[in-house]
C-alpha cells in the first residue's frame, strides 16, 4: 500500500523557519518526481514545488521562491521542504504528493498526483 | 501560468439527480502529439486530502464509481455526477498538469437540495 506521511509542521513566528518531512512507503520512492501542494484553512489547492527523482532539479512556485527549499533523501525516502522567512500567508496544510509518471513520444512527465498524505499543518503567527 | 476558473463555486443537487461542474483553463492543454488532454480531477471531502477522479480529462481512476464521468476538451472541461449519492458530498477540484507551475480551480462545493 501506497503511503506519505508528512510531519514538522507547527506554529511559527513571522520569519522564522520550519522544516517539513514526507516519509514514503509501498513504492519505489527514487523512481518518482514529489510534490508539495498546500491549502490555506478553507480554501483552495495550491502547488508549491517539485522535485526529480534524483534531487537535482527542482521547481517552485513564485511565492516561495528563494524562501522554501524541496529536497530528498532517497536512501531514507524521505522528502523534505525547508521553509524560511516564513510569512502569515504561508499558513496552511502541507500536503506531499505523488505524480504518476506517464511516457509521452519517449519523454516522461510528472502528471497527475495518485497518492497525497494526510498533510501537516503551519501556522504563522506572531 | 494556466489558470483554472470553476464554475460554480457552489452547487446544491438533489439525491439522484445529476450534478455538472464546469472547468474552463486560460490555455489549451490539449497536446496534439498524443492528442490528449493535461486535465484531471479531485475530490475532497472534509479533513481529508484530495482524491484522484479522472485523468487525461475523462479517464476514470481504478475503483470510481462509474457514476462520475469526465468530458471536454482544449479549455472546457465538465465533471459529472450521473446520479448524486449522499457520499458524494465534497469539494470538486481540477488541475492541469500541461505545464508547471500546476494549476488547480478554485474549486466547487456540493452539496445535497
Known amino acids: 500500500e501506497v503511503q506519505l506521511v508528512e510531519s514538522g509542521g507547527g506554529l511559527v513566528q513571522p520569519g522564522g523557519s520550519l522544516r517539513l518531512s514526507c516519509v514514503a512507503s509501498?513504492?519505489?520512492?527514487?523512481?518518482?518526481?514529489m510534490h508539495w501542494v498546500r491549502q490555506a484553512p478553507g480554501k483552495g489547492l495550491m502547488w508549491v514545488s517539485r522535485i526529480n527523482t534524483d534531487g537535482s532539479g527542482t521547481t517552485y512556485a513564485d511565492s516561495v521562491k528563494g524562501r522554501f527549499t524541496i529536497s530528498r533523501d532517497n536512501a531514507k525516502n524521505t522528502l523534505y521542504l525547508q521553509m524560511n522567512s516564513l510569512r502569515a500567508e504561508d499558513t496552511a496544510v502541507y500536503y506531499c504528493?505523488?505524480?504518476?509518471?506517464?511516457?509521452?513520444?519517449?519523454?516522461?512527465?510528472?502528471?497527475?498526483?495518485?497518492?497525497w498524505g494526510q498533510g501537516t499543518l503551519v501556522t504563522v503567527s506572531s | 501560468d494556466i489558470v483554472m476558473t470553476q464554475s460554480p463555486d457552489s452547487l446544491a443537487v438533489s439525491l439522484g439527480e445529476r450534478a455538472t461542474i464546469n472547468c474552463k483553463s486560460s490555455?489549451?492543454?490539449?497536446?496534439?502529439?498524443?492528442?490528449?488532454?493535461?486535465l484531471a480531477w479531485y475530490q475532497q471531502k472534509p479533513g481529508q486530502p484530495p482524491k484522484l477522479l479522472i485523468y487525461w480529462a475523462s479517464t476514470r481512476e481504478s475503483g470510481v464509481p462509474d457514476r462520475f464521468s469526465g468530458g471536454g476538451s482544449e479549455t472546457d472541461f465538465t465533471l459529472t455526477i450521473s446520479s448524486l449519492q449522499a457520499e458524494d458530498v465534497a469539494v470538486y477540484f481540477c488541475q492541469q498538469y500541461y505545464s508547471t507551475p500546476r494549476t488547480f480551480g478554485q474549486g466547487t462545493r456540493l452539496e445535497i437540495k
Open positions: 504528493a505523488r505524480p504518476l509518471s506517464v511516457g509521452v513520444r519517449g519523454v516522461i512527465i510528472d502528471a497527475w498526483f495518485d497518492a
Open positions: 490555455q489549451n492543454i490539449l497536446y496534439s502529439s498524443n492528442n490528449k488532454n493535461y
Open positions: 509501498g513504492f519505489t520512492f527514487s523512481s518518482y518526481w
